[in-house]
């Protein structure tokens, strides 16, 4: 009985030296799964006003989807089978841009959502 009980005081003290490391795994591996896309540099558009022509994103454009919920574009899930880096919508109300890498992607995207009638 008391070498039952040294063995699970054994295990007690190890598994409490390996309990920050595995929370610091555990944390890690969440941020990971959830990256913020780097959207600086892409082409993006309007998608409620597809109309509107796609722009570049960095000075004043790049300042405002800071401030909307970003995330990361699903592969072959754009109407034009480009792939979308990332779709950034506004905490409030209905705006939402899809960013696509090149200009020549955003306006084939944009022209195919037109087309569609999206």
């Given at each position: 009985m008391m070498e039952q009980s040294a063995t699970e005081s054994r295990y007690t003290m190890t598994m409490s030296k390996f309990a920050p490391l595995l929370f610091c795994v555990c944390l890690a591996s969440t941020a990971i799964a959830d990256p913020t896309p780097e959207i600086k540099g892409t082409y993006g558009f309007n998608v409620i006003?597809?109309?509107t022509k796609c722009q570049s994103v960095t000075g004043s454009l790049l300042k405002t989807l800071r401030k909307y919920s970003c995330?990361?574009?699903e592969a072959g899930s754009s109407a034009s089978g480009k792939a979308i880096?990332?779709?950034c919508s506004a905490k409030r109300g209905s705006t939402k841009y899809l960013l696509l890498a090149s200009k020549a992607d955003c306006e084939e995207e944009r022209q195919t959502q037109l087309?569609?009638?999206d």
């Open positions: 006003k597809p109309k995330t990361a574009g880096v990332a779709e087309a569609n009638g």
